[in-house]
């Protein structure tokens, strides 16, 4: 079973930045999609941006031109580059990993909290 373990998260003013980053426990050698959810207090969780094994992206409207999702192969690493963070960004980020055959494996989440 693949393991996720995420960090990276922390407190940040607004305007200021964070990076994320997953690395899975073992080399994953047939993957679909690598990415981040984020789920805020009360809300449902949501998908923040994914990356493709052949490197096409795909992000959430509200962080567009804002957060870069980017993967290292030979690491099994996926990283979130979040600038400009608002308040409204504030939630517990979840990596998750889309591994063929094996089904979809979770992170146990990072707490980013952006203070006004």
């Known amino acids: 079973q693949v393991q996720l373990v995420e960090s990276g998260g922390g407190l940040v003013q607004a305007g200021g930045s964070l990076r994320l980053s997953c690395a899975a426990s073992?080399?994953?050698?047939?993957?679909?999609?690598m990415g981040w959810y984020r789920q805020a207090p009360g809300k449902q969780r949501e998908l923040v941006a994914g990356?493709?094994?052949?490197?096409?992206?795909n992000y959430a409207d509200s962080v567009k031109g804002r957060f870069t999702i980017s993967k290292d192969n030979a690491k099994s690493t996926v990283y979130l580059q979040m600038n400009s963070l608002k308040p409204e960004d504030t939630a517990v980020y979840y990596c998750y990993a889309d591994v063929v055959r094996s089904g979809t494996f979770w992170g146990q989440g990072t707490q980013v909290t952006v203070s006004s």
């Open positions: 990356i493709t094994s052949g490197g096409s992206t």
């Open positions: 073992e080399r994953i050698f047939r993957l679909n999609a």
